[in-house]
């Protein structure tokens, strides 16, 4: 139970969301896991987020506010809260959504469990805008032996991506700072199962609120950014870009060859293009899956 006696870092990166963040912050300080600390930046907000997150602060000592005195983009100010993290473990949440009282020790149970394990989130709940539940996003489980075959492999399932809300070592999180680009959240998974395994655990819950702010469509997505925007323009071929070529930069173990991550980073590319791209609709679905089959075993 050493796991339980380590500092749990939560960083909430928030901008004009004060009448839901008091919620995820709750949820917080509303862990089993005794040692958690909630560290919170504000990104210039212009509504009452700061008289929430002081009041919030004064009360707790585990809340951690920073307010940034311009608005520095969202990238930035999700940097900005990994960065300040004082905990050994490190995750995100967005402010709008929340976690069972259990997430942090559960995921902390599976983390030490296995050494080669880095990173792990429980199951994701979706709701809309009213709280409604909508589904259960599916699981991610990415269990291969090699980096490689890792990254192809999550590539080859990802979709909503809700492990990025997961629980990771902060110095393994702090490898690879979220970039700012289309696919910036596949980037950091994708950096993440190039160090161990990423694992989702049943035995917790994340909720997650969908459909609101900028993720209600790429152009707002584009615009909070700050990107050129054509890419809102060809999204699906931008993130397909994006998240391929960045194995090319990204932290991989020593010692991997360049061969072995340019090898990656085309089968990558492959793999999303076929599967993701607008240019799928070329392909009927059976030799896409088929396709999608082939291009994550070959790195086997």
């Known amino acids: 139970m050493a796991a339980h006696n380590c500092l749990v870092s939560v960083g909430i990166p928030t901008r004009n969301r004060s009448s839901l963040l008091a919620r995820a912050l709750e949820s917080i300080l509303a862990q089993d896991h005794a040692r ?45 809260v990994l960065a300040a993290a004082r905990g ?3 995750m995100w949440l967005s402010d709008d959504d929340w976690l069972d009282a259990n997430y942090l020790s559960a995921c902390l149970d599976v983390l030490k469990a296995g050494a080669g394990t ?16 909508l589904r259960d996003d599916p699981p991610t489980d990415v ?45 950091l998974v994708a950096t993440m199962a190039l160090q161990g395994q990423v694992l989702t655990t049943q035995a917790t819950r994340v909720h997650r609120t969908v459909g609101v702010g900028a993720s209600r469509s790429v152009r707002n997505v584009v615009h909070a950014l ?17 998240a391929s070529r960045a194995l090319l930069h990204a ?18 590319f492959l793999i999303l293009f076929v599967r993701y791209s607008w240019f799928r609709r070329l392909f009927p679905r059976p030799l896409r899956a088929a396709l999608t089959r082939r291009f994550a075993a070959a790195q086997s």
């Open 36 to 80: 958690v600390e909630a560290v919170v930046s504000d990104n210039a907000s212009t509504d009452d987020t700061e008289a929430v997150c002081r009041a919030l602060a004064g009360r707790d000592s585990r809340v951690r506010y920073t307010r940034q005195p311009q608005n520095i983009g969202a990238t930035a100010n999700f940097n900005a």
């Open 88 to 90: 050994d473990y490190f």
């Open 118 to 133: 880095s990173m792990v989130a429980g199951v994701c709940r979706l709701y809309d805008e009213q709280s409604t539940f």
């Open 143 to 187: 269990t291969q032996a090699t980096p490689a075959q890792r990254v192809l492999a999550y590539y080859a399932t990802v979709g909503y991506n809700s492990i990025f809300y997961g629980l990771m070592p902060t110095r393994l999180a702090r490898l690879s700072p979220m970039r700012n680009m289309l696919a910036n959240d596949w980037v």
């Open 226 to 242: 700050g990107l050129p925007a054509w890419q809102a323009r060809v999204p699906r071929l931008t993130v397909t870009w994006n």
């Open 251 to 268: 932290s991989w173990p020593d010692p991997t060859p360049r061969a072995t991550r340019v090898r990656t980073a085309l089968l990558s």
